[in-house]
């Protein structure tokens, strides 16, 4: 039993080789970026998940045509399931199957801006205090501790009210809870780095701290980055329809699938049913995102190292 | 031991200064002048506004007000809200039995289900009892709490009639009304923590059980269950311990989508009426309150690690 992790390494290097003799790339010397991927690929779980990410993305950027109706509240409210709309309609007459598209645009647009926003402050603020430590790094570092006492939805919500309801406020909101969780993962990685033999033979050459950074320190915190981001979709997609459900994200003719819960669960006990097509969404679109984070973790998971000088 | 709690607490004042600093800068956030929201927003007379500014010391630089803030706070005193007048602190502490009622439920939930399908996955790694337990929990941490929630409510509120969508009745008037009432905040809480639990018990315990004093405790001949209770999860437990802290304390401060679909007068509630109102004490009173219950119960985790384990204590 405890000496199960060394054997399963092992065989799982064993299993590595026949897959590239298969593929006919066993000849070429596989590069680290390589190996993740055929890694993640064989997943099946993170492909599943890659695969309704891919949809949730496509049906996000062509919302507008996909869509089989207009948005406005053009129909006979509480219609059933129906030919024409196969989801029904809600109570003041919007298709439900074109809400739920348009939500998808919200969703992705919001997780999309948080994790660029969250993830670039995060990058510099973890590569600032894991490289150069000082009065610097420890200011940093005392401020993300000071970020993270706060309940993430309840410091989002409070700036995202007091900057006033729309998609962007929201976006910044979320993305401000997210920053010191990021930041931490990049300050270790990078603190670990520092200690590697590569860095200080180096810096015993002379590499100076801009080259070393760039070269060296960066390209080792890509890794984790990737993984945390796509965790950090699938928490923004919550946050947002957490967000909408209260009322401070999208501004009301715009859909969300957080709009979409609230509208269902204010009339819960007449369209029951209603509440179904965004639960759903929003389940599958968490659930997609946490797959592909954790397909990655796995699939990068001993490459950390070995990415460096790719 | 003394000295470490000492050291610890030390270390607080520039974390609670730097907290103090960013709930108070919220007010920076909001657009246009809080003095005309204290004064009644559309009907405030430039008198009324005058005084609210003076109410506020608007006048004076950001600095000072930084300083006044933090000395009523200092003191207990949030403010009082710019709508019902009563001060935050009296009616956050009205609230509260309400919110700490949602949190211990949910954590003792979050405990009943992480802590033993963490440790039956890890002692089963790689089989079929350990997928089962990890999809599940992948699948359930993919429910927000709000989300699931709502389901509750379909199914055992609107769909079966058994347990009510909303409201609370308090543990002294009536205890089975007091759970009641309850049961559906408290699955819809527990459920995901105790999914998150799961995962990190199940890690811990696997890289515990692949320590060597594992390998030595069952070489002379230990029961496996002495192994894996006595030996493997006392020490495992640290890094799930500290998430357990965490996630009470944010059960604690940040229950408002939970208190809001449950209709639960609590804590949560008082700071939703707040956000739409703009009541900025109330917002600020509440955000920091937060806070500081997670610093209280982060010490906490951490003096009783040092108590626990002399390495954590001297290192």
């Known amino acids: 039993m405890n000496m199960e992790m060394g054997p399963a390494i092992a065989a799982d290097e064993i299993t590595d080789d026949p897959l590239e003799r298969e593929t006919g790339m066993g000849e070429v010397a596989p590069s680290p970026w390589g190996r993740v991927f055929r890694r993640f690929v064989r997943s099946t779980p993170a492909m599943i998940g890659l695969g309704i990410v891919v949809l949730l993305v496509l049906t996000a950027v062509f919302a507008s045509t996909l869509a089989p109706c207009g948005q406005g509240p053009d129909f006979p409210p509480d219609l059933g399931p129906q030919a024409g709309h196969w989801l029904g309609t809600n109570s003041i007459g919007r298709d439900l199957l074109t809400r739920l598209i348009y939500g998808a645009r919200s969703s992705m647009f919001v997780a999309f801006l948080v994790v660029t926003i969250a993830t670039s402050v995060a990058l510099v603020l973890g590569l600032v205090s894991g490289f150069f430590g000082g009065w610097l790094g420890a200011f940093i570092d005392r401020c993300m501790d000071a970020l993270f006492t706060f309940p993430p939805l309840t410091l989002a919500l409070a700036i995202a009210a007091l900057l006033g309801p729309s998609l962007t406020n929201a976006s910044l909101a979320i993305a401000v809870v997210f920053v010191p969780g990021l930041m931490r993962v990049i300050r270790s990685q990078v603190l670990a780095i520092r200690e590697e033999t590569?860095?200080?033979?180096?810096?015993?050459?002379?590499?100076?701290?801009?080259?070393?950074?760039?070269?060296?320190?960066?390209?080792?915190?890509?890794?984790?980055?990737?993984?945390?981001?796509?965790?950090?979709?699938?928490?923004?997609?919550?946050?947002?329809?957490?967000?909408?459900?209260?009322?401070?994200?999208?501004?009301?003719?715009?859909?969300?699938?957080g709009v979409m819960l609230?509208?269902?669960?204010?009339?819960?006990?007449?369209?029951?049913?209603?509440?179904?097509?965004?639960?759903?969404?929003?389940?599958?679109?968490?659930?997609?995102?946490?797959?592909?984070?954790?397909?990655?973790?796995?699939?990068?998971?001993?490459?950390?190292?070995?990415?460096?000088?790719? | 031991m003394g000295a470490y709690i000492a050291r610890r607490i030390a270390a607080l004042v520039p974390l609670l200064l730097i907290i103090s600093f960013i709930v108070f800068s919220l007010s920076q956030l909001l657009p246009g002048d809080p003095a005309i929201v204290l004064a009644g927003g559309q009907k405030a007379t430039p008198a009324g506004i005058a005084r609210a500014r003076d109410k506020l010391h608007l006048d004076k630089s950001f600095v000072e007000q930084y300083g006044i803030w933090v000395g009523d706070?200092?003191?207990?005193?949030?403010?009082?809200?710019?709508?019902?007048?009563?001060?935050?602190?009296?009616?956050?502490?009205?609230?509260?039995?309400?919110?700490?009622?949602?949190?211990?439920?949910?954590?003792?939930?979050?405990?009943?289900?992480?802590?033993?399908?963490?440790?039956?996955?890890?002692?089963?790694?790689?089989?079929?009892?350990?997928?089962?337990?990890?999809?599940?929990?992948?699948?359930?941490?993919?429910?927000?709490?709000?989300?699931?929630?709502?389901?509750?409510?379909?199914?055992?509120?609107?769909?079966?009639?058994?347990?009510?969508?909303?409201?609370?009745?308090?543990?002294?008037?009536?205890?089975?009304?007091?759970?009641?009432?309850?049961?559906?905040?408290?699955?819809?809480?527990?459920?995901?923590?105790?999914?998150?639990?799961?995962?990190?018990?199940?890690?811990?315990?696997?890289?515990?059980?692949?320590?060597?004093?594992?390998?030595?405790?069952?070489?002379?001949?230990?029961?496996?269950?002495?192994?894996?209770?006595?030996?493997?999860?006392?020490?495992?437990?640290?890094?799930?311990?500290?998430?357990?802290?965490?996630?009470?304390?944010?059960?604690?401060?940040?229950?408002?989508?939970?208190?809001?679909?449950?209709?639960l007068p609590g804590m949560g509630q008082y700071f939703y009426i707040a956000l739409f109102n703009k009541d900025l004490p109330v917002i600020q009173g509440v955000v920091l309150l937060s806070a500081l219950i997670f610093v209280v119960l982060n010490l906490a985790v951490d003096v009783l690690y040092a108590y626990l384990n002399p390495k954590v204590r001297l290192g």
């Open chain 1, 198 to 257: 590569f860095v200080e033979a180096a810096h015993s050459v002379g590499v100076g701290d801009t080259r070393m950074l760039r070269k060296h320190i960066f390209p080792n915190v890509v890794s984790p980055v990737i993984v945390q981001a796509a965790l950090a979709f699938g928490y923004a997609i919550g946050a947002e329809a957490g967000l909408s459900f209260l009322g401070l994200g999208v501004n009301p003719p715009t859909s969300s699938w």
């Open chain 1, 262 to 310: 609230e509208e269902a669960y204010a009339r819960i006990l007449e369209s029951q049913w209603q509440l179904v097509p965004p639960a759903v969404a929003i389940l599958l679109a968490i659930l997609a995102f946490n797959l592909v984070g954790d397909g990655l973790r796995d699939a990068l998971g001993r490459e950390s190292i070995a990415v460096e000088g790719s």
């Open chain 2, 73 to 263: 706070v200092v003191q207990g005193d949030l403010g009082e809200s710019f709508f019902d007048h009563r001060t935050v602190s009296e009616s956050i502490s009205s609230r509260f039995p309400v919110t700490l009622s949602l949190a211990i439920g949910a954590l003792v939930l979050t405990v009943l289900i992480g802590v033993p399908l963490g440790i039956l996955a890890a002692v089963r790694q790689g089989g079929i009892v350990d997928r089962l337990i990890t999809t599940g929990s992948s699948v359930a941490l993919a429910m927000p709490d709000f989300w699931l929630g709502m389901i509750l409510i379909s199914l055992f509120a609107v769909s079966l009639k058994t347990l009510p969508s909303g409201g609370y009745v308090g543990l002294t008037d009536s205890p089975a009304g007091w759970a009641t009432h309850l049961y559906l905040p408290w699955i819809a809480m527990g459920v995901p923590g105790g999914a998150g639990l799961a995962r990190q018990v199940r890690g811990a315990m696997i890289d515990a059980l692949e320590q060597d004093y594992v390998r030595t405790a069952e070489a002379k001949g230990l029961r496996r269950r002495v192994v894996v209770f006595k030996h493997a999860l006392k020490n495992a437990s640290l890094a799930p311990v500290t998430v357990l802290g965490i996630g009470f304390a944010y059960m604690l401060g940040g229950s408002v989508i939970i208190e809001r679909i449950f209709t």
